[in-house]
């Protein structure tokens, strides 16, 4: 799960902890910093301090690197990680999880999809919007970003939500917590960084950004993209189980017994 954080180090301690807490061991955090973070050396503290909460070390890490914005940051990592892995996700400093093995129950939802998104309850926007989700990792890759193209901060969760609507494989998991400690269910303090993203400027920028995604025909374009990645990965598998059960065979002579018959279309191998 991608995790960029700025300036709130306390947060992201925080957050570690309610990771190491619920997450099963199958998930891992990956918390992203600026290099030009007011902050980094408590950052960093962080990283040493918690680093040995998990039992396994690798289960969270942090990288640091330029300020890029929450899109460009999680287009980067995204097209970093997910190659390498079966799914990838997002949730905010600002989260925490609260039912354990919350990341299993992930993993469960995207299997039975083969191609799809999950996203639990938030205690805030619930069902409605995504504010943290997970997808198979080839959403991404056959989309070519993470988050909607121009949009900075916001409308990230709008467009999940569209695409997994879309793709008809997105689901919602109500009794799955990662409660959003945000200021408007007044659970945390605006600081600065609230401020700056939730501002006139930034939601109308993000808006337009949002708007312009669909009009455009990229969105279309992408699921378009998405889904014929998932038809493609879907015939693999077939393919795969068919040959494992001795069914197929790869110059496309079928290991069933000959059925001779006056129809020349029978048995057609297209």
């Known amino acids: 799960m991608l995790c960029p954080s700025r300036n709130r180090p306390d947060s992201i301690a925080e957050l570690i902890i309610t990771w190491c807490q619920t997450a099963s061991g199958r998930s891992k955090l990956l918390a992203a910093v600026d290099d030009d973070d007011p902050k980094i050396q408590d950052y960093r503290h962080v990283e040493n301090d918690l680093a040995g909460l ?6 969270v890490e942090f990288v640091y690197g330029p300020r890029l914005r929450l899109g460009g940051t999680l287009d ?12 990838i996700g997002f949730l905010g400093d600002d989260h925490r999880p609260r039912t ?10 995207l299997g039975r999809h083969g191609t799809g998104m999950v996203y639990g309850n938030d205690l805030l926007q619930g069902r409605n919007l995504p504010t943290a989700i997970a997808m198979t990792s080839n959403i991404p890759l056959a989309l070519g970003y993470f988050a909607p193209p121009g949009c900075t901060h916001l409308f990230f969760d709008n467009a999940w939500l569209q695409i997994g609507k879309s793709l008809h494989a997105i689901t919602y998991l109500d009794d799955v917590v990662l409660e959003h400690m945000h200021p408007l269910a007044g659970k945390a303090d605006a600081d600065a ?22 009009r455009s025909g990229e969105f279309t374009a992408g699921v378009r993209r998405v889904r014929a990645v998932a ?14 059960a ?7 002579i079928t290991t069933e017994p000959d059925v001779y018959t006056d129809d020349p279309m029978r048995g057609d191998p297209r």
């Open 100 to 109: 354990y093995g919350w990341d299993q129950a992930f993993l469960d939802a």
């Open 231 to 244: 038809a493609f990965a879907q015939m693999r598998g077939q393919l795969a189980a068919e040959e494992s």
């Open 193 to 214: 960084g609230y401020v700056e993203v939730n501002s006139a400027a930034m939601y109308g920028h993000d808006q337009q950004a949002y708007q312009e995604w669909i």
């Open 54 to 59: 998990s039992e396994n070390g690798d289960r």
């Open 246 to 252: 001795g069914t197929w065979s790869p110059i496309g």
């Open 76 to 87: 980067a990592l995204a097209a970093r990680y997910a190659p390498d892995h079966f799914a």
